[in-house]
Each structure stands twice: as structure tokens, then as C-alpha cells.
């Protein structure tokens, strides 16, 4: 299978302040940028850059929009894993598939992102044909990423830490965890999104104990609720005009 074929073209530029990270996870994300912006003088130190990221939490918290941002933050290519294409019923296929693209993001010195990391890297289970299909998958992904460069970065996101095997997760040098948001942090979320929208439109009631995600979604719907409405109500002006003028005629 063509390599292209294994990448999500995805082109969308996000920037760190499109992120919304806790204090914690916002320190860690900085000083992973710093070690790669003076990653020649550590190493002459001896010190190794941190470039395999695992970010674990819950689903639309923003583990795909961190791993843009960090990304564009570095200006480098991200290549986002296809997991649909990737994983074939043959697991020698699946392999090389997932060679393929390490392959291409170590050549580009590339960010590369492996969302649900846990369908290729799941713990192995208890009946024997898994367990060896399994482990040579484990075992090609651990040396993949034992052999990837210092200059590339290793990007991978999960919602289900709990079920990736323990070998590969002691190959992340740094876990970021990600947690549903607070009612103060989405208020602030809603804010952002919906400063373009009229005034007049903003005084629906918002939700929480949601993920952004969510959010977003549940806001533009209803953002859009009111637009068709006035668009709805501008038609019904307009047949009214027509009909007027064709009654005057």
C-alpha cells in the first residue's frame, strides 16, 4: 500500500492559543518546545530531547489539537496516522504499513501522531493466536520507536491508557493527561467561540460536564438554529414583497 495512502491529509493550522491546557499540562508542552528549540546545545550536554508524548484522557479534550499545535509550534509536517488504512487482518501487513509511515516521518524529521494508539498497541489478551499476532506487532512498534530519531517527534494519543501494553508505554518519555474540562474553563471556551456570532445570538443556555468537543458542537448547533431562523424569517419578508408588487400590478 502506497505510504500517502496510510496519512490523514490534514492541513488545518492550530496554535497554541487555540489550546486549552491546565497549568500543569501548558508547562509541559513549553518546555518541550524549548528542548527542541536549543536541542543542539543539550545534546553537546549529553542530554537527550524528550520526543515520544503520550497524550491519555478523555475523548475531545484536545489531544488531536495539542499534537497540531505542538506541531506548528516546531514548524514541522505532521503526519497523522490513518488508522482505517493501517491495520489489515494480516498482521505482518499491519507491520509494515506502520514502517512505512515511521519511515517517512523519520526521513521528514516530521511530528508523527498516532491517535487511538490503543488499537495497535493494546495489551495482549489471553487466547494464543492473539497473544502472538499481538506481541509481533508490540514488538515491531517497541523497536520502531526505540529507533526513532531525536529530531522527530512521536506523538501518541489514547482514551484507553489502561489498555495499551506495558512495554510500550514505558517507551514515552513524557504523559500528558487530559481531563474534562471545568465549568470556568468552558465558559471561557464558549467566549472564544462564539465571538464571531452576534450578541443577539449568544444568550442560550450553555452546557457543562461536557468535553470541548461536545461543546463546540452543541454551541454551533444552536448558533445555527438562530441563524435559519433569521434567514427564514428574511425568505418570508421577501415573498411578502413579491407578493405585494404583484398585487399592485
Given at each position: 500500500?502506497?505510504?500517502?495512502?496510510?496519512?490523514?491529509?490534514?492541513?488545518?493550522?492550530?496554535?497554541?492559543?487555540?489550546?486549552?491546557?491546565?497549568?500543569?499540562?501548558?508547562?509541559?508542552?513549553?518546555q518541550?518546545?524549548?528542548?527542541?528549540?536549543?536541542?543542539?546545545?543539550?545534546?553537546?550536554?549529553?542530554?537527550?530531547?524528550?520526543?515520544?508524548?503520550?497524550?491519555?484522557?478523555?475523548?475531545?479534550?484536545?489531544?488531536?489539537?495539542?499534537?497540531?499545535?505542538?506541531?506548528n509550534?516546531?514548524?514541522?509536517?505532521?503526519?497523522?496516522?490513518?488508522?482505517?488504512?493501517?491495520?489489515?487482518?494480516?498482521?505482518?501487513?499491519?507491520?509494515?504499513?506502520?514502517?512505512?509511515?515511521?519511515?517517512?516521518?523519520?526521513?521528514?524529521?516530521?511530528?508523527?501522531?498516532?491517535?487511538?494508539?490503543?488499537?495497535?498497541?493494546k495489551?495482549?489478551?489471553?487466547?494464543?493466536?492473539?497473544?502472538?499476532?499481538?506481541r509481533?506487532?508490540?514488538?515491531t512498534?517497541?523497536?520502531?520507536?526505540?529507533?526513532?530519531?531525536?529530531?522527530?517527534?512521536l506523538?501518541?494519543?489514547?482514551?484507553?491508557?489502561?489498555?495499551?501494553?506495558?512495554?510500550?508505554?514505558?517507551?514515552?518519555?513524557?504523559?500528558?493527561?487530559?481531563?474534562m474540562?471545568?465549568?470556568?474553563?468552558?465558559?471561557?471556551?464558549?467566549?472564544?467561540?462564539?465571538?464571531?456570532?452576534?450578541?443577539?445570538?449568544?444568550?442560550?443556555?450553555?452546557?457543562?460536564?461536557?468535553?470541548?468537543?461536545?461543546?463546540?458542537?452543541?454551541?454551533?448547533?444552536?448558533?445555527?438554529?438562530?441563524?435559519?431562523?433569521?434567514?427564514?424569517?428574511?425568505?418570508?419578508?421577501?415573498?411578502?414583497?413579491?407578493?405585494?408588487?404583484?398585487?399592485?400590478?
Amino acid at each position: 500500500m502506497n505510504v500517502y495512502d496510510l496519512i490523514i491529509n490534514d492541513k488545518e493550522i492550530v496554535s497554541l492559543d487555540d489550546v486549552f491546557l491546565n497549568e500543569y499540562n501548558h508547562q509541559h508542552i513549553l518546555q518541550l518546545i524549548k528542548e527542541y528549540k536549543y536541542v543542539d546545545e543539550l545534546t553537546k550536554y549529553g542530554l537527550p530531547v524528550n520526543n515520544k508524548i503520550l497524550l491519555q484522557g478523555h475523548s475531545g479534550c484536545g489531544k488531536t489539537t495539542t499534537a497540531k499545535a505542538i506541531a506548528n509550534a516546531l514548524g514541522k509536517p505532521i503526519l497523522i496516522l490513518n488508522l482505517s488504512n493501517i491495520v489489515c487482518s494480516r498482521i505482518g501487513e499491519t507491520s509494515q504499513n506502520i514502517k512505512q509511515v515511521f519511515d517517512k516521518a523519520a526521513r521528514e524529521k516530521a511530528v508523527l501522531f498516532l491517535d487511538e494508539f490503543d488499537q495497535i498497541g493494546k495489551e495482549r489478551g489471553s487466547d494464543d493466536k492473539d497473544v502472538g499476532e499481538m506481541r509481533r506487532l508490540v514488538n515491531t512498534i517497541i523497536q520502531l520507536i526505540d529507533y526513532y530519531p531525536a529530531n522527530a517527534l512521536l506523538i501518541a494519543a489514547t482514551n484507553h491508557a489502561e489498555i495499551i501494553d506495558f512495554a510500550l508505554m514505558r517507551r514515552f518519555q513524557l504523559r500528558i493527561n487530559f481531563e474534562m474540562p471545568t465549568s470556568e474553563v468552558l465558559d471561557t471556551y464558549y467566549d472564544k467561540i462564539l465571538r464571531p456570532f452576534p450578541r443577539e445570538m449568544l444568550n442560550f443556555d450553555r452546557k457543562y460536564n461536557i468535553s470541548f468537543a461536545e461543546a463546540k458542537d452543541y454551541a454551533f448547533t444552536k448558533i445555527k438554529s438562530l441563524l435559519i431562523e433569521q434567514f427564514e424569517k428574511l425568505d418570508q419578508l421577501d415573498e411578502l414583497e413579491k407578493l405585494e408588487k404583484s398585487v399592485e400590478k
